[in-house]
């Protein structure tokens, strides 16, 4: 095991090395330091020769930020040294090192930073394809629209020619457009739903429509002799009457069954029979009732497989991504500027495979002259044979970095591959297998307590043919010596219920604030899922701010509330708009009351539409969910959604003043799909007093002062033993300070948990026995708590739990819509002035019973 030492003049950045950097070894500061170095140094001689490339944009975003701020911070400490002989120069550089001419150096890198290549390997892999085959790759055939445009413009011309009927039955297409319609206003039309997936992989679809007629020549003739011993009045009857012996569904089948009769006796096959979903729902043998009575109608068509033909013929999600999957074909076929991101992957590889690949090899050798391959623990075989073809050669003259951590692989589903991983560091000589051995992150004593805890289930991994992946235990640097008279470094508590383990986790907090000045903000609460979230949220009485790596926007309404809203701001002579809006979940009113008081509705809208043009977007947001918020807040989400609305119209006011332009990045947004990867930083909160709460998997990378780790006692399926203990890894080790693991008492509901699989690879029988171990043995390192949670609760000066108060407006004379028609007449709705201060609280669309907020 070699340690690297970016400060050591004896350790050498030239040539090709493996470097493994675990959790909190400063591996971020380590790529921009060995940057720092090959320019300082002369190894490259501009910033256009780096090639960093890693996993995420938000990491890019990151690593250019770190990279800009350490050039200028050198900057200005050479620019000391030219004045000052005292200042020191770094170690590895030279005594009497020409620090006018390092300067230099420094500074024209620093003012060509922007053209240093720093992407995620899609970028990368789209930057070879646009750079060095634009002909064959991205022919723009429409120059004056932009990507989603043109891809808007092929989707409309592929539904236009009735392209679908090559794969899917006018009935299955008939459904799908049941499923997407395109009359209402509060669903995705299809064609929005196709735009927003059409990047998506398809790894299932119908079978083609050959196999599906073969399969009814099939079935029809031997039922169709069968039915007709029968008379088709007694089958029907049959049929009607079996209804009763089965569950009442939500919608009657009569009428359907009397069709798929008529279609069964008639001697000519007919794809409609496959066509019948809600008579199979309804016979569908999960809704037998225990009066269950058989008949001799019905015996027939389940000795067959109808059902399962009908289910296949019928199944939404598969004639969508049927559709869907011709859709890719066709977009492939017409439009060639379209590739998928990992597509784009697969393209680059076999680009660089080809025999006429020399030149670009070449051409890219020559580029680049220090490649940094960052979060390489999670890449897959295909980005492992693009970078050993540039890059991992005798070819390439230039220096390699390969940096990673295998503990720290847990994206498994985005295709991370460990054995690429260790098949990569094989191909490295041991003497160029490095290592970052010090931790700057946890305080020496929690540092001690993690190397503890994975010291007993080293190895992580061990697959065939390859050395097995081990925990090395760190050094700890911090000189952070953090003790708390409660807890040791490293607590374990136990607890019964959800509610149980939120009051723990509050009091507990609570605690660490108010007696060591922690704030909240500096602490977060790691889960598995959303769904563990929101139940922690709900328990909990200090505030929450639920963030991820991925915005979960996918998981409320936020998006379509904040669409909606806008659009009846800026429209408001658009009834339609507003209606839309007032029977959401932002007002929830009825529709009664919508119709019959549209004067009202109008006119606090056209109010709206003024105040926004005056006081700006998020303004405006606060002004009317001052008056209206209590409606959304009494949703089960209504406190996240109202966070997420928030954060998403401040976003939009950073990107432009204007609300027609802020209007447009809304659309354009919804059209793309791009939510996630570009407003990930929307669920998450900077409020220093607002505690934090992510999913282990997006908390890689980060730390907080102080870790709760509930999703370690989350009980989940299909993950292997090797997967548990890594995530396990990622979540003690983003804690600073302090570490709190829970331990259910009731054994049962978590048979395959992080720290079950972890007790049972060390031998024990139980948690709570090993972690009365750990107390007894190791005092100074661990503890655990006796399960008293109301104790507890009462032995800490708690303050009350934080509110959300809303303070309505004044009451002012109302305008009725009558008494400005005049006025809107004459002027138009952009010149329009009219105050929200005059607009009344009887004529706001909040019902009597919701308006006092202060009671």
Known sequence: MQPFDIFNPQTSIKGKY?????????????????????????????????????????????????IHNNLKQALGQLKSSLTNAVDSLPPYLPKDANVKQLYMKVRNALSTLDRMGIFTIHGFCNYILQQHCPA??????????????????????????????????????????????????????????????????????????????????????????????????????????????????????????????????NPEPSVKLFSFSRVAETFHPKNRLARY???????????????????QFCNLDLIFY??????????????????????????????????????????????????????????????????????????????????????????????????????????????????????????????????????????FLEISGYSPIEYYPLSPQSTDDFCSDLHSPIHFFPYNTVQDQANWITNTARYLQQTYNIPLGHMVILVTDSSQAF??????????????????????????????????????????????????SLFRLNLNDVIENKEHYSAYFFALHSYIFSHGLLATFYHCMTLQGEALLQTPQGDLIFQEMEKLFAYLESKSPYPHHQLLYLHY????????????????SEDEEVMKMTTIHASKGLEYDVVFCPGLDKSKKNKSSSEWIREMYVACTRAKKQLFIPIQNTQSSRQNSAWTNYVRRIGYSSIFEFAQYLAQQHPDLFSLSSYSPSSHMTSLSLVPPDTFTLTPSSSEPMFSFSSIKSMLDETSSHEMNISLSEITESSLPVREKNRNFNS
């Open 18 to 66: 493996f470097l493994e950097a675990s959790a909190g070894t400063g591996k971020t500061f380590t790529i921009e330091q060995i940057i720092l170095r090959a320019i300082l140094e002369g190894s490259v001689s501009h910033a256009e020769q780096i090639l960093a490339v890693t996993f995420t944009n938000a990491a890019t975003n990151e690593l250019k930020i770190r």
């Open 669 to 684: 947004f919804a059209e793309t799909g791009l939510w996630e990867e570009n407003l990930s930083f929307s669920s998450y």
């Open 293 to 311: 009575q058989s008949c001799p109608a019905f015996n027939l068509i389940e000795e067959t497989p109808w059902l399962q033909y009908t289910e």
């Open 322 to 459: 049927t559709v869907l999957s011709d859709l890719q074909v066709y977009l492939k076929t017409e439009y060639t500027p379209w590739i998928s991101p990992d597509e784009s992957i697969s393209a680059v590889e076999n680009l660089i495979k080809s025999e006429s690949s020399e030149r670009l090899l070449l051409s890219l050798r020559e580029r680049f002259q220090l490649v940094l391959i960052d979060e390489f623990q999670d890449t897959d075989s295909k980005q492992w044979n693009i970078f050993s073809k540039l890059f991992a050669t005798k070819d390439f003259s230039g220096s390699l970095f390969l940096i990673g951590d295998p503990k720290q692989s847990i994206y498994e589903w985005r295709n991370a591959d460990l054995p690429t991983y260790l098949k990569a560091k094989s191909t490295f000589p041991v003497d160029d297998q490095l290592h970052l051995l010090n931790n700057y992150r946890s305080s020496p004593k929690l540092m001690q307590g993690i190397n503890f805890l994975f010291n007993k289930c080293s190895p």
């Open 535 to 584: 139940d922690l949220i709900t328990h909990s009485s200090i505030p929450l701010a639920f963030s991820k790596n991925k915005s979960i926007f996918h998981l409320t309404e936020t998006a379509f509330l904040t669409l909606i809203l806008l659009e009846a701001i800026l429209y408001p002579e658009q009834y339609e708009k507003i209606q839309r809006v007032l029977l959401s």
């Open 136 to 265: 064959d790759h991205f022919i723009q055939n429409h120059a004056s629209l932009t990507h989603s445009q043109t891809i808007l413009h092929y989707i409309k011309q592929y539904l236009s020619q009735d392209l679908w009927e090559k794969v899917l039955f006018p009935e299955q297409w008939y459904l799908l457009l049941a499923r997407y319609p395109t009359h209402t206003r509060y669903s995705t039309s299809l064609i929005e739903k196709l735009l927003a997936s059409y990047t998506t992989d398809v790894f299932e679809s119908l079978p083609d429509l050959s196999t599906t007629l073969s399969c009814l020549q099939e079935w029809h003739p031997s039922i169709y002799k069968k039915v007709i011993t029968i008379p088709k009045e007694e089958f029907l009857d049959q049929l009607l009457n079996l209804q009763h012996s089965y569950r009442k569904q939500s919608f009657s089948i009569s009428k359907d069954l009397q069709q798929f009769v008529d279609d069964l006796y």
